[in-house]
């Protein structure tokens, strides 16, 4: 089993220098001595998070780095090199290019990996104890779903200007080498296949403990599931992951009435055990105070609100690969901008911008502001983990996408969470209130976690005028040189 899981960690991670992409997670492991047991399926399983969580995928690349240069999240040091590239969208360099197509190869090598798994899956299930097959093939179908809506929101167009029958991207659903397998598929064709699997992962997952027991319970491996597979849920693609990412699709296609259904439920969501809420929007005491892995409180910072985590990753080096991004680092801000974004002289107890929490301003060997949501895991509970859907999403979601009255519910909610002013409750009078004030937030709440540029997208805005105003907008990335060679 340790040899398949390192083999599969290598395969899942690495691209091969002289093939575009190599679409055979197997390699020299026989597909029948990966699958002879429940432990080799759940190590392809793992090989994917393993994937997801690489520096060229939602380690690094795909969080705090490129969705957040194109969001004109950082001010770039150096005015040459990747991150200069990227923030002005001059996707024609040599460092822009071949990052883009090292990421795109990451995509698809780690969905080619869930696709083995579910090629073999249902001709063992009689190897699978405690639900597992269930629990396997639906985070399974779920992942590939959320990969390749991560893909499309990169590589394909803004929804708004989206045309059905137009290619998009390729939805790969099988291992193999042939071509015409990643061929893009047209936009329309490539919607219906993620809710088709997000339906699928969501109808497979009805039983999956994260409803069934307090985290608490679920993280400290005493008093819970009898299989240890089944512990920390909100690191995996659980039940509650597939309906917040179907939320998030809804929202992208324009279908508000199903995104803010979808997202009531995730916020509604209870522990069949207990009664009590799955998920807790983070307030001063959870945030400062921290809440440690097994759910008990700690006295560590806990900045990225893990009681929050809906989906998220785990890497013990997330710290590392994100150097570039904490002391003396390529991208930084302006603290007055940060100021600004964050509202201070209005909403001065904002939990987010307490003094030196998140941001802290250096001045040598240049004066910057440095961020520090991931930084130092020694004296912060989650700096190893990185949040891909969050609580505040689905409270935001239901702002956009429900009624004025529920918009002005659900912000008093999250205001008094955050310890904003209470001047802006009750304030929201319209669509274009709703759209001014979820801008702000989604800026000062997902800072470094790569969604702002998402937001921005979803609604074409264009221009960008934070921090400074960007015309030249680019919200769609070309496709590598070699994939157009499919095509």
């Not at 047209?186 to 219906?192: A, E, H, S, T």
């Amino acid at each position: 089993m340790k040899k398949i899981l390192i083999f599969l960690c290598i395969a899942l991670t690495t691209s091969a220098c002289n093939e575009w992409l190599d679409v055979s997670p197997l390699g020299e492991v026989k597909e029948e001595d990966m699958y002879q047991n429940e432990e080799g399926f759940q190590g392809v399983l793992t090989g994917a998070y393993i994937a997801m969580a690489s520096a060229d995928l939602y380690g690094r690349t795909m969080t705090i780095q490129v969705p957040e240069l194109l969001a004109q999240n950082w001010d770039v040091y150096s005015s040459t090199g990747l991150e200069a590239n990227i923030r002005d969208y001059n996707f024609e360099t040599t460092a822009a290019r071949n990052q883009i197509a090292a990421t795109w190869r990451a995509y698809y090598n780690a969905i080619v990996g869930l696709n083995s798994l579910l090629a073999a899956i249902d001709g063992k299930q009689d190897l699978f104890t405690h639900g597992n097959y269930a629990l396997i093939k639906g985070e399974a179908l779920g992942l590939r779903a959320f990969l390749h809506f991560d893909v499309l929101r990169l590589w394909g167009p803004a929804p708004l200007e989206a045309n059905a029958a137009a290619p998009a991207i390729p939805y790969v659903e099988e291992v193999t080498r042939e071509w015409e397998s990643l061929v893009s598929l047209p936009y329309q064709v490539v919607l219906q296949k993620i809710l088709a699997d997000l339906n699928q992962a969501e109808e497979l997952l009805q039983n999956d403990p994260i409803t069934l027991y307090a985290r608490s319970v679920l993280n400290n491996g005493s008093g819970g599931p009898a299989d240890e597979f089944h512990y920390y849920r909100q690191n995996r693609f659980n039940l509650l992951a597939a309906k917040a990412a179907k939320a998030r699709y809804y929202q992208w296609i324009g279908q508000p009435a199903l995104a803010a259904s979808c997202a009531r439920e995730v916020v509604q969501a209870v522990v069949a055990s207990t009664g009590k809420p799955v998920f807790e929007l983070a307030t001063e005491g959870t945030i400062a105070g921290g809440i440690s892995s097994d759910g008990s409180p700690s006295t560590a910072a806990d900045l990225v609100m893990s009681m929050e985590h809906i989906f998220a990753l785990h890497n013990p080096h997330f710290s590392e690969i994100m150097e570039p991004f904490f002391n003396i680092g390529n991208c930084m801000q302006e603290l007055s901008w940060i100021d600004a974004a964050y509202e201070k002289s209005y909403h001065s107890d904002d939990i987010r911008c307490k003094t030196n929490r998140y941001w802290e301003e250096l001045q040598y060997p240049r004066r910057q502001a440095v961020f520090k949501k991931f930084y130092d895991p020694e004296t912060r509970v989650s700096a190893t983990v990185m949040p891909l859907i969050r609580l505040a999403e689905m409270y935001f979601i239901i702002m956009e996408c429900g009624s004025i009255q529920e918009a002005n519910e659900r912000l008093i909610d999250f205001r008094v969470a955050r310890v904003m002013d209470g001047s802006i409750d009750n304030s929201l009078a319209d669509e274009n209130d709703v759209r001014s004030r979820l801008e702000k937030e989604y800026r000062k709440e997902f800072y470094g976690e790569g969604q702002m540029f998402y937001y921005y997208k979803r609604h074409n805005v264009r221009p960008i005028a934070w921090p400074t105003v960007v015309e030249n907008v680019a919200y769609t990335l070309p496709k590598p040189e070699q994939q157009n060679k499919f095509e």
